[in-house]
């Protein structure tokens, strides 16, 4: 397939541009419904439904709850500290006042 486009008129581009771009929107529906088709299939044939193997946990088990608090800013309560990982800048403030740590746990 050929088309001459220094033959065409600027709005003849203008709608061929239009024309390609729904072209490829079509295009990908398909694709992305062949695609969607062709992973339920997979997952069917090892016995589960699509919506089963994308909500399923990871190796490793359920999902880790997040960390409890055991630090709170006395002059941002708002603020909280897990313990865990660096320490916020809060807590390097209070620290660097003199204030010690077991102070601000909650």
């Known amino acids: 397939m050929s088309i001459d486009l220094t033959e065409m008129s600027r709005k003849e ?3 061929l541009q239009k024309d ?4 490829l929107k079509d295009a990908e529906q ?3 419904n ?6 339920e299939q997979a997952a069917a044939e090892f016995g589960f439904s ?7 946990p990871a190796k490793g088990g359920a999902r880790k ?3 409890v608090a055991k630090y709170r800013n006395p002059e941002n ?4 500290w897990t313990g865990r990982g660096r320490k916020p800048h809060w807590v390097h403030a209070a620290l660097s006042r003199g204030v010690d740590i077991s102070d ?3």
């Open 20 to 23: 390609v771009e729904k072209a």
């Open 30 to 32: 398909r694709e992305r």
């Open 77 to 80: 309560p708002d603020e909280t």
């Open 50 to 56: 699509l919506d089963e193997v994308l909500t399923s």
């Open 34 to 39: 062949a695609a969607l088709k062709a992973v």
């Open 13 to 15: 581009l203008l709608q």
């Open 65 to 67: 709850s997040k960390a």
């Open 104 to 106: 601000l746990e909650i």
